[in-house]
């Protein structure tokens, strides 16, 4: 009797993990041409990702890692200001592509990048729980802390996703800092009631992780990230060896990848609530720009917070996902560019 027992147990866990193991599979496959291209890196040499001045601020107890990027000077071109980038949930500031910064270089701006805390150089928050957790409101003031170690008054702020929460954030307590926000594929309110969450990504992602996650190489952790940024992409082929290359940056020569960090920060949003009813009074200028093939956060998030906003210009773009293929993001930085110039 106890042997049939165990025998019948046995069996019911070989096929819960054979059941496992096939669903795990039916996470969408890197094509060979994607794999071909992240063995190309692994085994290239690794350029430099930041070449320009680099350095620390304090934010309470916590130093948080920034970098200066300079236009070149010209007599034509007098310097427009400053331009804060703030990255999305677990993206350092390895992962902005040149097809972000540089039209803000090429355009006579000074870009400003910043790790945020518990990510990249910045320092980690040490016995974080979600009774004594951190919101965007800190990290509001990270970006602050950088802002006045570098002796700049305001900036224009460009935020991504989570980047753009802060952004708005900071837009709403600290007016007199911000001369404008652009606000890409961001929400005012991530657990709106009103507009359905989709669970894919988070199914998708933790197909990922039991696939590339539990051997830790660093060819995984690549494909690991690939596979995060294809499924949020929209019509356009994300650009494999920029992720690529940040991912094995962040490994090799930065402090790799704090895996408590997206339960960080997914925290720190919602304990942020909802910015709907405050929107209304924002002084500040926004651009407003989202993907209507976004799987993360539908478009819809983007349309119900900017009709709040009384100062405000919007771009939806057909076919964009949640992510930095770079022929969207083209579209969106000259848009971007343009709506800062607008505000000299």
């Known amino acids: 009797m106890i042997k049939s027992v165990a025998l019948g147990a046995a069996a019911l866990l070989v096929f ?23 063995r190309e890196v692994i085994n290239a040499p690794l350029p430099e990702m930041f070449l320009g001045n680099v350095g620390f601020a304090q934010s309470g107890t916590l130093r948080i890692w920034y970098q200066v990027l300079s236009p070149k000077p010209t007599e034509a071109k007098a310097s427009k200001g400053a331009v804060l980038l703030i990255n999305g949930l677990g993206a350092s500031a390895a992962f902005w592509p040149e097809e972000v910064y540089k039209p803000l270089l090429d355009a006579g701006y000074q870009v400003i990048v910043t790790d945020h805390r518990s990510c990249g150089e910045s320092d980690r928050v040490e016995n974080w729980s979600k009774s004594n957790s951190y919101d965007l409101a800190d990290m509001v003031n990270d970006n602050l802390a950088v802002l006045d170690v570098l002796g700049i ?5 460009l935020g991504l996703s989570l980047g753009g929460m802060i952004g708005q954030e900071m837009a709403i307590r600290h007016p007199d800092r911000v001369v404008s926000l652009s606000s890409v594929m961001s929400t005012a309110y991530l657990d709106d009631p009103e507009i359905p969450a989709s669970s894919a990504f988070q199914m998708n992602t933790l197909k990922l992780v039991l696939r590339y996650g539990l051997v830790n190489t660093e ?9 995060i940024y294809d499924f949020l992409k929209g019509d356009q082929a994300i650009d494999i060896k920029y992720i690529s ?3 094995l940056y962040e490994i ?23 910015r709907l009813a405050l929107l209304p009074s924002l002084a500040v200028p ?26 405000k210009e919007t771009l939806w773009v057909k076919g964009m996902g949640h992510d930095l293929a770079p ?8 848009k971007s560019v343009q709506f800062m110039d607008a505000q000299q």
């Open 16 to 38: 819960s993990l054979v059941g496992v193991m096939l669903w795990v599979r039916t996470a969408p496959s890197l094509s060979p041409i994607n794999e071909a291209l992240i």
């Open 153 to 157: 008054d305001e900036v224009h702020v």
């Open 219 to 227: 060819e995984n952790m690549i494909k690991l990230m690939a596979g």
């Open 245 to 247: 290359r940040a991912t």
């Open 252 to 274: 090799r020569s930065r402090n790799g990848f704090n895996h408590k960090l997206p339960d960080q920060q997914s925290e720190a949003m919602r304990r942020s609530g909802s």
């Open 286 to 311: 926004v651009l407003v720009v989202h993907g209507d093939a976004d799987p993360l956060l539908n478009i819809a998030h983007a349309k119900k917070y900017a009709a709040l906003i009384p100062n």
């Open 327 to 334: 022929t969207h993001v083209r579209r969106w930085m000259a």
